[in-house]
């Protein structure tokens, strides 16, 4: 099985050891499911690969975009995890579940106005600042306010991540951060070290995300420390903090590789260590951001047959009781998903169909070409695997079709963290 809380009991599929059957009678579909001590067992590799990599002088935040509901932010709180936000949404969300927002980060290549008074007014630890624009916006504000604000910097490295285009942003012509090579980092540094309301602790970058070469960090890291020495040679400025982003990949599907976190960041850590010293400045405090990688396995989503449909000569469709508004990383990148049925059949003939979902286009589609028993029939149960990442944190209200509920499984039993929406929320917004 390509998740290792994924399993078949006597032919039915359980998921973090609970039956998935039992558990959709309870909830009812389409449902997520996400297993919070898979999360929790994730953020613990991190904080430990850091700590080791980097001697304790290292911090992990959690991308929270990858999942954001209360009860992601009240993990991330007892785990001794940062956080990334990107909005006032999302601040208000971690707000409302108790997490301290003086170890949030706040991204973001367009806050408002209202944004950046929000969340100065919230606490919120860092700003990653984007552009220039911003900077004065932020630097207004905290004069207002007579405080110094904390940044970093988001810088582009210039680096091809190697993965699809939409989640591609370390090159120069990204639509995030201010580019090295075209000298537009350095300005915006100069920038910031002028300003009385701007802190400026350090940089940032984010290259991608569903990375797999694993030299795609160390190439970022190298560009990085070289620019934090440049800029120390030419204004006597030396950066205390350089994040490196998030973006390591997960394994959706076989034939993708699963990575090694711990491995990977032990990795960077020699390298940065080995550049420093190289370079003969300090180690900066080093910041990993993963979202995916921390909640995409420990995602699944279940939902009910409702029509097998057999176009004789030509194709079969399977339609479920969900679709590209539960699930719309199909319809957008093509990505690839595995799907099992939730009561196995040993032995049985299969049929090849595209499960797709309830909404009025062609290209709600939640994956093609899957192979699933013949018999499968309306009422049967069908699970997705790996959902937890950009799934619910996606979802939309397309055709009106209310969102999910989203239930945690904790040490054997399961607890509602988002409930079911009603078509009365969605109306309720209507004048
Ligand atoms: N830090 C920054 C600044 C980011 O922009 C992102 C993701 C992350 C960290 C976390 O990256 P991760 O570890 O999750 O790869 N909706 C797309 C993914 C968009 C990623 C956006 N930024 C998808 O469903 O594949």
Known sequence: MICSNVTYKDNNLYFAGQDVENLAAEYGTPLYLMDEDRIRERCRTYLDAVKK?????????????AASFKQMYRIMKEEGMGIDVVSSGEILTAKSA???????????????????????????????????EE?????????????????????????????????STGQVDSKFGSAIETGQAEE??????????????????????QVFDSDVFLRAADVMLDFIKEMNDKYGYLAK???????????????????????????VGRFIIKKVKELD?????????????????????????????????????VSVDGGMT???????????????????????????????????????????????????KSGDLISTLTTGAYNYSMASNYNRIPRPPVVMLKDGSSFIAVRRETTEDIISLDI
């Open 326 to 376: 539960d699930n719309v990383r199909f319809a957008m990148y093509g990505a690839p998903y595995t799907i099992l049925p939730v009561k196995k059949m040993n032995n049985c003939k299969t049929m090849t169909a595209d499960v797709v979902g309830r909404c009025c286009e062609s290209g709600d589609i939640i994956q093609k070409d899957v192979c699933l028993p013949d018999s499968l």
């Open 135 to 167: 900077l004065f916006s932020i630097d207004r504000e905290a004069v207002k306010r007579g405080i110094t604000q904390k940044i970093l910097l988001r810088l582009t490295p210039g680096i091809d991540p190697h993965t699809y285009a939409a989640v």
């Open 241 to 267: 903090v350089l994040d490196l982003g998030g973006g390591y990949g997960v394994r959706y599907i076989e034939s993708q590789p699963e990575i090694d976190i711990a491995s990977n960041i032990e990795e």
């Open 281 to 317: 400045i300090p180690v900066p405090e080093i910041c990993f951001e993963p979202g995916r990688s921390i909640v995409a396995d420990a995602g699944m989503t279940v939902y009910t047959v409702g029509t097998v449909k057999r176009i004789t000569g030509y194709k079969n469709y």
């Open 98 to 132: 108790g997490y301290p927002l003086e170890n949030a980060f706040f991204h973001s290549n367009n806050k408002t106005d209202e944004d950046i008074s929000f969340a100065i007014e919230n606490g919120i630890g860092y700003f990653v600042v984007d552009n220039e």
């Open 188 to 209: 915006i540094t100069k920038t910031a070290l002028s300003l009385s309301g701007i802190s400026l602790t350090g940089y940032h970058c984010h290259v991608g995300s």
């Open 53 to 65: 990599a980097f001697n304790g002088k290292a911090r992990v935040c959690y991308a929270s975009k």
